[in-house]
């Protein structure tokens, strides 16, 4: 298929990198194709950031048939661009896509129009430490008809914004609520596709849990509320004794890039690393008996994310003092330093980004 490409005639001024944020700024240009049923994937394009025309009917304002992916493209200190791991968010948005009956794409021909337009606003991409460029690919029905059904045409679409850190403290250890009422999902349902819905199962609990004065909820399995799963922006990490442990992928539990990538580094560090179902009882257990030494959060957009505290039915156990722990602080370091290029990559995952 052939990429149409049409620049802007009004750049915007680039934003201030002290004060990013995330997720709110966007930059000149975003990529564009449809679908529909009988002609498949056609009229992929690089046009300006724009707002889309929806049909009020539209099925995804309705019934949510939307997935997406987050990865980022860095600066280098020698000023080229990466990108980390994009083949794994290209398969993912695949695998969402077969959860929610939306059409698959090709993964190969995407990525190609990912770099393209990364390439283009290169001059998006902070320097900053800890900044980069947040690229979001995306997929919805566009189908105006309200009945429920699977969708006959589709858009999907890259939109990329300048970003810092995820959180509002930084690189900070982050207060969490263990959720013991509400759910995020179940097993055989949405839970390990990237899907509007999982967030928007999130959001109630989500609101408790600030209101009470916490970051982020840590979801439990939706059936026994017993089992760790996942904090819905980022999968979540325990080293207990010397061992680093995270919940298995059960289904109901988002594959995280991160999180299999900081796996992958750990065991290369010769520490064990076990993926297995672990109860919030066995947690605090281990934090009772001094044998809980770190917890922390893996994700794109939360990068490693030191957890402080975690609150459970009221009873809460502070981790390492409240403090950032060695093995978090050690696995930033590497994993940004990797994607970066300020560290070697000894595992292949980065790739560079021609510039325009
Ligand atoms: C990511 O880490 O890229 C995410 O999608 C998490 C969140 C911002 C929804």
Redesign the pocket.
Known sequence: MELKIELTTAPKELPNQDALG??RIFTDHMFEMDYEEGKGWHNARIVPHHDFNLNPANATLHYGQAI????KAYRTPDNRITLFRPTENMKRLNNSARILCVPEFDEEFVLDCLKKLVAIDERWIPSKPGTSL?IRPYIFSTDPYLGVSVGKQYKMAIILSPVAA?YAAGFAPVRIKVEDKYVRAVIGGTGEA?TAAN?AASLHGDYVAHQEGFAQTLWLDGIERKYVEEV???NIVFKINGEIITPELTGSILPGITRKSVLEVVRSWGMKATERRITIEEVFEAAKNGTLEEAFGT????VISPVGELCWKGESIIINGGKTGETAQKLYDTITGIQTARLEDPFGWVIEVPKA
Do not use: I, P, R
């Open positions: 995330f997720g997406f992916e987050g990865l947040y995820y990237k967030y819905g922006s980022m994700g794109t957009a939360a």
